[in-house]
């Protein structure tokens, strides 16, 4: 997981890139930074914590230039520490080059073991650093970047989204099969590419679309323009971020979220109708969700839980008994609309089961009549090796557990989860453009130890490089 983005604007960047991260919190709350760069030197600002906590006015005031790219990362288990914290500066004979990357490698291990055996020393312990080394090793062959991200796409696999900065020109790139999330946008006074809508909505910006997978963007005080350096024969878009992870207001792939999430609510309805008096969600993941489910059933929407505002998501705690502690400090039951009722309670997701067995305990100790939990996703029964912090099988409570032993487990009344085909219906992507490696345990990358999906993800690298350089924009902003 993780949040980036990469912004030129001609009144300074470092404000914009502090607004960015801050509408892109969601996607990591365990370290942010900042580098610009100002026609000379580079600048950088980076820390522990959430955006708010890391940054202050003096520090940003001190992150000169016109261009720079930002970073929020996620913390996965083992690796919060602070030299992991992204972006991450290099430089290179007379170059200058800094980096911002989302995504996960499946041969990261490999990568790593090949330049060791060069005599190339890491600092970090990051996928990020193996795609910096990647790409600087063939651009010192080549003195081309664009050579040197075709490369990086022929050796690296997994998902990745990328922006790179070197000498003050901005460069973004998506893997092959566009699993990660990136978007590209107009401002008032420049340009921006992020990994949600919602950085440009903040910076009062327009989406012009996403980048498409395979795609790199070259980005200057000028314009952009776009190169379409690999072909895939299918996509792999996360089914994950349409059920949790992106902002309920971003638009991804031409689809608002929101909406997404609304007809999964109808869809939960439509597949498991219940007679109730309340529909409430998980706040605030289930939200959207909610209210699908209420608008289609007609069951009046009515909160049963309130949100403690200042707590992180509970998920970040890591052992098992600091996140029980965390749920309870995060949520509140409503007794009085919760007393002698049947509540619909709706979240996105189940994966350990802790939030759900702690909620309905909540429920029927606030006295509910009935508790029926709709889940916007179906059964997590598997890892994720491909940039969602999802927890082993042996944590995940579905992967070994039928449907009714989870029910009885949380003590629900009944529990369903939405299928997939209507979450591929809601989504609107078809189900073979979507890796759903966490809902079926097929993956769309070959995963050792694990299975791939009968038909693999075939792609051609550099089909367009004798194009590059003069490879016409495909959008582009006359600035
Ligand atoms: P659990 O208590 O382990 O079943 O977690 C389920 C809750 O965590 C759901 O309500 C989701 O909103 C949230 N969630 C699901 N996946 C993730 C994830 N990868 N990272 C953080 N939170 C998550």
Redesign the pocket.
């Known amino acids: 997981?993780c949040g980036i983005v990469g912004i030129v604007d001609a009144g300074g960047v470092s404000h914009p890139l502090y607004y960015a991260l801050f509408a892109l919190q969601h996607r990591g709350q365990e370290s942010a930074g900042i580098s610009t760069w100002d026609g000379s030197s580079f600048y950088k600002f980076k820390g522990m914590g959430l955006v708010a906590e890391v940054f202050t006015k003096e520090t940003l005031s001190e992150l000169k230039g016109h261009v720079g790219i930002g970073h929020v990362r996620y913390p996965t288990t083992g690796a919060n520490l602070p030299e992991n914290t992204q972006p991450f500066n290099f430089r290179f004979r007379d170059h200058h080059f800094a980096i911002a990357y989302n995504g996960n490698l499946v041969n990261s291990a490999e990568l790593r073991d090949a330049f060791e055996q060069d005599g190339e020393i890491f600092s970090t312990t990051t996928d990020t650093e193996i795609v910096a080394s990647t790409i600087v090793h063939e651009f010192r062959k080549s003195g081309k970047i664009e050579e040197a991200i075709i490369h990086c796409m022929h050796v690296l696999r997994g998902s990745y989204s990328v922006i790179l900065m070197l000498d003050g020109i901005l460069y973004a790139f998506r893997d092959p099969v566009g699993i990660k999330p990136l978007c590209i946008g107009t401002t008032e006074n420049g340009f921006v590419v992020a990994s949600e809508s919602v950085a440009i909505d903040t910076l009062g910006g327009t989406l012009v679309r996403d980048v498409y997978p395979g795609e790199l963007f070259r980005i200057t005080g000028a314009g952009f323009e776009a190169m379409q350096i690999a072909v895939a024969d299918r996509k792999a878009h996360c089914i994950?971020e349409y059920i949790?992870?992106a902002r309920a207001d971003s638009v991804m792939e031409g689809k608002l979220v929101y909406d997404v999430r609304r007809q999964i609510g109808a869809s939960l309805f439509d597949e498991a109708p219940v007679r109730a008096d309340l529909v409430s969600p998980?706040p605030d993941?289930?939200t959207s969700v909610a209210i699908g489910f209420s608008h289609h059933s007609g069951i009046p929407y009515l909160e049963a839980l309130m949100k403690n505002r200042y707590t992180a998501?509970?998920?970040?705690k890591p052992s098992q008994k600091e996140?029980e502690q965390a749920?309870r400090l995060k949520l509140n039951p409503i007794i009085g609309h919760i007393e002698g009722k049947k509540v619909v309670l709706v979240?996105?997701?189940?994966?350990?089961?802790?939030?759900?067995r702690h909620i309905v305990e909540l429920m029927k100790e606030s006295g509910a009549a009935e508790v029926h939990v709709r889940i916007g996703s179906p059964q997590i029964i598997a890892p994720c090796y491909l940039g969602?912090?999802?927890p082993t099988r042996a944590e995940l409570?579905a992967s070994t557990r039928p449907v009714e032993e989870v029910k009885d487990s949380i003590a629900a009344t009944t529990l369903h989860h939405v299928s997939l085909e209507a979450l591929v219906k809601a989504i609107g992507i078809d189900r073979e453009n979507l890796c759903t490696g966490c809902l079926t345990g097929k993956y769309p990358l070959s995963i050792e130890g694990e299975s791939c999906l009968s038909r693999s993800i075939d792609f051609v690298v550099g089909s367009y490089q004798a194009k590059l350089g003069s490879f016409p924009p495909r959008t582009g902003a006359a600035k």
């Open positions: 997981m994950f949790y992870f998980v993941s289930g998501r509970t998920f970040i996140r749920v979240d996105d997701s189940i994966v350990r089961g802790t939030t759900s969602v912090d999802m409570i």
